[in-house]
């Protein structure tokens, strides 16, 4: 950041996503003034520390003269808030949706629309983070003027996130595939699999993971799915005929199941850095996790993840932990060591 350069900041929306944008950069020196049309969301995030000043209005975010103004709303309520914004600071938004947000700020000269990939399943501030971009991408949408665009990465690169530039039909496109088409799906695996009921006594982390979203809040959910209709619709279509697919390979010979699978492993190899998972056994009594801490700390791996299966009813669980690649026997040695077990 250039000294003497303005890092005041105005946030509409003061929830998970907002609330975390505003904690990053209190956190990183900025002077942020924040708005929220819930009062408790607002002063949640005063509470914290996320803003510095609270305010009642949109107009009481201009009047404050934010250098950057950053709309955190859900889609249905940023395309009315840009719509009826009047300002020459840099404004950005983060919504799941980006043509038609582009589209409502059109008079806006220095708008930039942009779109962080990350969230969690809770909502509101007290779900917050400073730490929520950090490593995650964050998509710009390119056709901004380059002042605007630069104060916008300016930002993203403050919060830690990756930049990706793209337009807003490909935005628009990718994420009914990789993130809308999965909450859809999600939630049609659990419909199907409680009409077994015995299904879901047996389900284990494969399923909860593929399901993991499906624990979201639905109304706004509602709103993103209608907002991105057409290219939701395209990719429901798409997964249909996948599944007609995956059928015909079913009915016919194994060379043709084999080779559709195939094809689906190479694809999620190319998605990151090979990773090995190591899983440890957890009773359910204090300092368990103290000890996988220390098995950690003695064994220098290189962390990916780390997941946590609980038993249905109690007494422990399972914790899987993803190293890199060639790193699994250093930590199974310092898992051993610490008076844990391994599980295959």
Do not use: C
């Not at 399923?207 to 057409?230: C, G, H, Y």
């Amino acid at each position: 950041m250039k000294r003497g350069q303005s890092t005041n900041a105005g946030v509409i929306g003061t929830g998970l996503v907002g609330g975390s944008i505003a904690a990053g950069l209190t956190t990183a020196g900025w002077d942020v003034v924040g708005y929220d049309p819930d009062p408790d969301s607002l002063e949640v995030a005063m509470e914290r520390g996320f803003i510095g000043v609270a305010v009642n209005s949109v107009d009481g975010i201009l009047d404050e003269q934010p250098e950057i103004v950053i709309v955190a709303a859900p889609p249905m309520a940023t395309i009315e808030i840009v719509s009826n914004l009047e300002t020459s600071a840099v404004v950005m938004d983060v919504a799941g949706i980006k043509a038609p947000v582009i589209d409502a700020a059109s008079h806006l000269a220095r708008f930039v629309g942009t779109h962080p990939m990350a969230g969690r399943e809770s909502s509101g501030p007290q779900f917050a983070s400073p730490a929520l971009f950090r490593g995650a991408n964050w998509v710009v949408v390119q056709g901004a003027p380059d002042d605007a665009t630069d104060r916008v990465v300016e930002v993203i690169r403050t919060l830690g996130a990756n930049l990706v530039s793209m337009s807003a039909a490909d935005h628009d496109n990718a994420v009914a595939a990789i993130s809308h088409l999965p909450q859809i799906l999600a939630a049609g695996l659990l419909s199907a699999a409680a009409e077994t009921p015995a299904a879901l006594d047996l389900a284990a982390g494969s399923f909860r993971d593929l399901t993991r979203v499906a624990a979201s809040q639905p109304i706004p959910w509602v709103e993103i799915l209608k907002s991105n209709e057409v290219a939701v619709l395209d990719a429901v279509a798409g997964l249909r005929e996948q599944l007609d697919a995956v059928e015909s390979a079913i009915r016919s010979d194994d060379d043709d199941l084999l080779a559709y699978l195939s094809r689906s492993r190479d694809v999620r190899r190319t998605l990151g850095a090979p990773v090995a998972a190591v899983r440890v056994s957890l009773a359910d009594e204090p300092g368990e996790i103290a000890k996988v801490g220390h098995a950690l700390e003695e064994s220098h791996v290189d962390v990916r993840d780390i997941q946590m299966r609980h038993a249905p009813y109690g007494g422990g669980g399972v914790l899987t932990i993803s190293v890199r690649a060639g790193d699994e026997e250093a930590l199974r040695h310092a898992i051993d060591d610490v008076g844990l077990l391994t599980v295959p």
